[in-house]
């Protein structure tokens, strides 16, 4: 018997074979992940004017883009890391602080036509609910004030990351955006093109760059 030619059972197992699905039966939801550096946010947070930019910009004449931002504002956010639906924002926008550049263009926003600042100083949203919707992306429900007028609105947010800067202070980063009809708050001012458009678009899209520093109590 030449020994070197006798074949050896292999001893590899066979990989099991996992379960199927039964047809029609409906699929496993897929869980959400989050970004483990979600863990560290737990605090409040106040949006760094000079880093940030909470903007807007409307269709102009049907052919362009009219981008403008608010240049003061009073903020205050918290962030629950193990509970995102406990986690608010408060943000007041100085309606007279528009800017989009065109000195003549703001100085029609800020009057009677559109923001009215004189009697509307402010414009405010504030969270009602918040819930995560992917590993880094969350859905904050608040209620937009503008001239009086509160409306429901829902901003999808999107967390960019977390650093600790050279100074030792905390940063995080979020964009947010959504679109309203101005006409819902009352911003109604339009004119007709020759070619029977609308000046301004009735359509509207917020945009917030946000970068927040952790306050001096939630860090202490």
């Not at 074979?17 to 039964?22: A, E, G, H």
């Not at 760094?48 to 608010?70: E, K, L, N, Q």
């Not at 901003?155 to 979020?174: A, C, K, N, Q, S």
């Not at 101005?182 to 911003?187: I, Q, T, V």
Request: aromatic share 8%.
């Amino acid at each position: 018997m030449n020994l070197f030619n006798r074949v050896v059972p292999s001893r590899r197992q066979t990989p099991p074979v996992p379960p199927q699905r039964p047809a029609g039966a409906p699929a496993s939801p897929t869980a959400v992940l989050p970004d483990p550096d979600l863990a560290n946010l737990t605090g409040e947070w106040v949006v760094d004017p000079a880093h940030s930019r909470i903007g807007f910009s409307v269709r102009h004449a049907m052919v362009t883009t009219v981008r403008g931002c608010f240049l003061e504002y009073e903020s205050l956010l918290y962030f629950d890391a193990r509970n995102p639906a406990r986690s608010r924002a408060d943000l007041t926008l100085f309606t007279a602080s528009v800017d989009t550049g065109v000195e003549q263009r703001d100085a029609h926003l800020v009057g009677r036509d559109f923001l009215d600042v004189a009697t509307y100083p402010r414009m405010r949203f504030t969270s009602t609910a918040v819930e995560q919707a992917g590993a880094d992306l969350f859905r904050m429900s608040g209620e937009l004030t503008i001239k009086g007028i509160s409306r429901p609105v829902v901003l999808e947010m999107t967390y960019i990351g977390h650093v600790t800067d050279p100074f030792g202070y905390e940063r995080v980063g979020f964009d947010g955006t959504t679109t309203i009809n101005r006409s819902d708050w009352g911003l109604t001012y339009n004119s007709r093109l020759a070619e029977g458009g609308a000046m301004v678009s009735e359509k509207v899209r917020l945009q917030l760059d946000i970068a927040a520093i952790r306050t001096a109590s939630a860090a202490g």
